[in-house]
């Protein structure tokens, strides 16, 4: 257990829908991190939050969005669903800002699939 | 910015046997280099990270080189066992800044006992 915790763990919705994605990093993390994971693309960065500002941009769609809140814990935002979109998406939390070389943790993932 | 190309996408050795993936990168101003281990259905799970001051580095089976001046770094697994089967990540960064971790495409290592 990484202490990263995503809610939920599995999210079935139809093309066109928007949904939530919750994490809470680990204690004393002040980054979190989202990433999307598919079978054709690996693990793409999407978006980073440092003590509650926009830190690193990644391949993020403009129909995503994210926002760290003060207690630390972040949400993506995903809208106006397509099928393309159904992929793992998780979450990762570091100590620092250091970005890429600050030791990300993990969580379980979020398993969104659209239909 | 930064690329990653990572091979073998798949590698089959039977229990017992050493495993080498190996990355290169496009950015020689990366200067961190962990390597993450996925498990079926699982969260990525730091395994070992080198960063650019040093060529090598071991943990137990597992080790990685780093060579700066071709831009590319190896994860070594010795005598390997069926519960090392996952797929492995590696990826780079730039140490500070606004820099973000790039990830290769992963790697399906099979260990068969």
């Known amino acids: 257990d990484s202490g990263v915790t995503q809610t939920p763990k599995h999210l079935i919705t139809a093309t066109g829908q928007r949904v939530t994605l919750r994490c809470s990093p680990r204690?004393?993390?002040?980054?979190v991190y989202w990433y999307q994971q598919s079978l054709d693309q690996g693990l793409q960065f999407l978006i980073q939050?440092?003590?509650?500002?926009?830190?690193a941009k990644g391949n993020i769609l403009e129909r995503f969005s994210a926002q760290q809140f003060p207690d630390l814990h972040s949400e993506l935002n995903l809208s106006s669903l397509e099928l393309g979109d159904s992929a793992l998406y998780f979450c990762?939390?570091?100590?620092?800002?250091?970005?890429?070389?600050?030791?990300?943790?993990f969580g379980p993932g979020t398993r969104l699939t659209v239909l | 910015g930064e690329n990653v190309e990572q091979h073998p996408s798949t590698l089959s050795v039977q229990e017992g046997d050493s495993a080498v993936i190996k990355c290169t990168y496009s950015?020689?101003?990366?200067?961190?280099f962990p390597w993450y281990k996925q498990e079926l259905g699982k969260r990525p799970q730091l395994i070992i990270d080198?960063?650019?001051?040093?060529g090598e580095k071991k943990d137990q089976r597992i080790a990685v080189t780093l060579n700066k001046t071709a831009k590319h770094f190896s994860l070594h697994i010795t005598e390997t066992q069926p519960e090392d089967s996952a797929v492995y990540f590696c990826?780079?960064?730039?140490?500070?800044?606004?820099?973000?971790?790039?990830f290769g495409k992963g790697t399906m290592l099979l260990v068969s006992p």
């Open positions: 080198i960063r650019s001051n040093v």
């Open positions: 204690s004393g993390d002040l980054s």
């Open positions: 990762a939390s570091s100590r620092g800002s250091g970005g890429g070389a600050d030791t990300q943790y």
């Open positions: 950015d020689s101003a990366s200067n961190y």
């Open positions: 939050y440092y003590n509650g500002e926009e830190r």
């Open positions: 990826a780079a960064s730039i140490r500070g800044g606004y820099s973000t971790l790039t």
